[in-house]
């Protein structure tokens, strides 16, 4: 059964926890061509090449009307896994992200990506690194990949959070969240950092799965098993 917690602790009167584990219908669906929710995991499968290519879920339907992730501390879990993927370069395979706005590619708002399982050729896969966004426009290095590649049909588990206003990082697991793999990304190592790029990331409302431009270049198979985010905190 799935666990959804919409108000499970309380911070100033402020929910600070969406938990849904294993993945459920809570998602909203917005390329029904690609993905599918069910057997407690979100399905990809097909070809991503229409905007946007993500299921999405509105954090203030946990955290309360109003109330966004914090513009300075929080963290969020999730566990993934990639199978059969063709196409070209496709390093954009199995993302997630949090935004501030409903847009539907990703040079729109405020934004910060997380790519996992990034497949640069058939039956090879990549480590993680990010990307992000403030105010529509585009930072990444693509390609500042972190610790030793990934297999396809093979689950992890990641951790991205966010450190302070000017920072966050990116972490990949072999199991729930205790044997670390590779090394840590951090956004203030990326060639393309700036430390007021990144603390204008502000008012952050929305998690999603998948790739918001439609040259993503996934075509094939990829579950999402979970999603844990926590406000307010580093060690949830």
Not at 56 to 65: A, C, K, M, N, V
Not at 117 to 137: I, K, M, R
């Amino acid at each position: 059964m799935s666990e959804v917690l919409t108000n499970p602790y309380v911070f100033a009167g402020v929910s600070t926890e969406f938990i849904d584990n294993p993945i459920s219908d809570v998602w909203e669906v917005v390329n029904s061509s690609l993905w599918t929710i069910g057997s407690g995991r979100a399905t990809a499968s097909g070809t991503a090449n229409s905007d946007p290519n993500i299921c999405r879920y509105d954090l203030q339907e946990s955290f309360g009307s109003g109330n966004n992730l914090s513009d300075t501390t929080w963290t969020i879990r999730w566990s993934a896994e990639l199978n059969s993927v063709t196409g070209g370069s496709g390093f954009h395979s199995m993302p997630i992200s949090v935004t501030s706005d409903e847009g539907s590619v990703e040079e729109s708002g405020n934004l910060i990506e997380a790519f996992v399982l990034d497949s640069a050729f058939n039956g090879h896969v990549y480590s993680t690194y990010c990307s992000w966004v403030d105010s529509g426009t585009l930072h990444s290095s693509y390609g500042s990949y972190s610790g030793t590649a990934q297999a396809e049909d093979t689950q992890y588990w990641y951790q991205l959070q966010r450190i302070s206003a000017s920072d966050f990082t990116l972490k990949t697991y072999s199991d729930y969240f205790s044997t670390q793999i590779g090394s840590t990304w951090t956004a203030s190592s990326d060639p393309q950092y700036s430390s007021s790029d990144v603390e204008a990331i502000t008012d952050l409302r929305y998690i999603e799965l998948g790739y918001r431009n439609g040259n993503a270049q996934f075509n094939g198979n990829g579950w999402n098993y979970l999603m844990e985010v926590y406000n307010d905190t580093l060690t949830p």
